[in-house]
């Protein structure tokens, strides 16, 4: 989840190449400016955000490559910001099932 400029984005923190967690390349400081961490220069304008891997950079907003904006983007999620008052109260209910190991497998019943 970031936070620009008051308006928020959420990523899939996976690169599409290697699947590297996003959120430890680096990008824009504070993942709100302008100005790159990595060591490397960056070829992106606006905010951005880099793969620890290999240097790919995408756009905070759109989730965009700069490496090959034809082809690669990463998923974008859509985020809803609310009050907590307008957040609706329990109880939740989550559903559990019975988990065994049997030999080399993991056996759930439902």
């Not at 985020?79 to 109880?91: C, F, M």
């Amino acid at each position: 989840m970031f936070n620009v400029n008051g308006e928020f984005f959420a990523l899939l923190n996976r690169c599409p190449h290697g699947g590297a967690e996003l959120c430890k390349g680096g990008g824009a400081s504070d993942w709100c400016s302008r100005k790159a961490l990595a060591n490397t220069p960056s070829r992106a304008k606006g905010e951005f955000i880099r793969c620890p891997f290999h240097g790919w950079e995408f756009e905070i907003k759109t989730g965009q490559s700069y490496c090959a904006p034809d082809r690669l983007k990463i998923r974008s999620f859509d985020v809803a910001v609310h009050s907590g008052d307008q957040l609706v109260k329990g109880p939740y209910v989550a559903e559990s099932y019975e988990v065994r190991v049997e030999d080399d497998y993991v056996v759930v019943t439902v």
